[in-house]
């Protein structure tokens, strides 16, 4: 392999350490992945550089008939994507040849989400739902925080009270491998939780008088943890989504994490930003939303369209 490679993948893989905070495996899989694609354009004449679509989408069925597994395929054309991409920004190259590849992994599971009309009744429905005025108040706390912000449902239902003291615009979020990151709070969600605060103030000042210890968590619960548990929370989320009028088999909280991503993206937002702010380690998996957007356009022109109508 030759050196302007090799300073290529080295390059890059500093980035991905610096930027994204890459874990190491997944450092280390991306570096096995574009040297495997390195060694395959110099015993071509090419490089980095001078590969085109077409190079790629032959590396790729080169990969096939070596009988490599569909994952591994798709990680290797996620790699040099997103190799491109940096060589891009970095103004190595004008254009990324592999951007409009579709790879194996474009075959799973798009991940079900749902229209902004229906997450509009989602939320008035949880202002709604309970069966005291103090149930109800925290539901329209937990939807409108979990809608706002993308988080995991773990991550909700965990989430300390004091990441939400001060009125803060964001919020610091502990994920997946204790890795904290920042999310920031719409005004609907502020209120909401606001409101909730006043009342939780009120519970802590009680057990404060009565010799009882405080709860930690925003949304405590009865058990050992110490919080509302996700299990709760799955069945709470279903209720709400039938009282407003939503199929409740198409809801559940990891399916607003995806309304939340999809929405942005449908807004403009770049792939990057909602990256970070869904605590994805690899922007691949945050790419599905691309094609969850591909597939609503493609339905919205085959069903609006004049010409998609049938002529009498």
């Given at each position: ?78 790699a040099i994507r ?205 790419e599905i939303y ?23």
């Amino acid at each position: 392999m030759g050196p302007d490679l090799q300073r290529w993948i080295s390059t890059f893989l500093q980035a991905q350490a610096a930027e994204q905070d890459a874990a190491t495996n997944t450092q280390l899989a991306y570096g096995r992945d574009l040297i495997a694609f390195a060694a395959y354009l110099s015993a071509k004449g090419k490089d980095f550089a001078s590969a085109d679509r077409d190079t790629v989408e032959a590396y790729l069925v080169r990969c096939e008939g070596e009988g490599l597994a569909p994952a591994t395929r798709a990680r290797r054309l996620s790699a040099i994507r997103q190799l491109y991409r940096f060589a891009k920004e970095e103004g190595w190259r004008e254009d990324n040849p592999a951007i409009r590849i579709t790879g194996p992994g474009a075959s799973r599971h798009l991940p079900q989400t749902l229209s902004e009309a229906e997450v509009t009744a989602i939320l008035g429905a949880a202002r709604a739902f309970g069966k005291t005025e103090r149930d109800r108040i925290r539901n329209c706390a937990l939807v409108e925080l979990l809608y706002a912000t993308g988080m995991r449902v773990s991550e909700l239902v965990e989430l300390p009270i004091a990441a939400v003291r001060g009125d803060p615009r964001m919020i610091l979020v502990k994920g997946k491998g204790d890795k904290e990151r920042m999310v920031p709070l719409s005004t609907p969600a502020k209120a909401a939780v606001a409101h909730w605060l006043t009342l939780r103030d009120a519970d802590d000042e009680a057990s404060r008088k009565a010799g009882k210890p405080l709860p930690r968590h925003l949304f405590p619960g009865p058990g050992a943890a110490g919080h509302l548990t996700r299990q709760h929370f799955y069945l709470l989320i279903k209720d709400i989504a039938a009282a407003g009028g939503v199929d409740p088999a198409r809801v559940t909280p990891h399916t607003l994490r995806h309304a939340f991503a999809t929405h942005l993206l449908a807004g403009g937002a770049d792939l990057r930003v909602i990256q970070t702010l869904l605590g994805h380690a690899d922007l691949a998996t945050t790419e599905i939303y691309t094609h969850v957007l591909e597939d609503q356009l493609r339905d919205l022109v085959l069903t609006r369209h004049p010409l998609a109508k049938p002529r009498t």
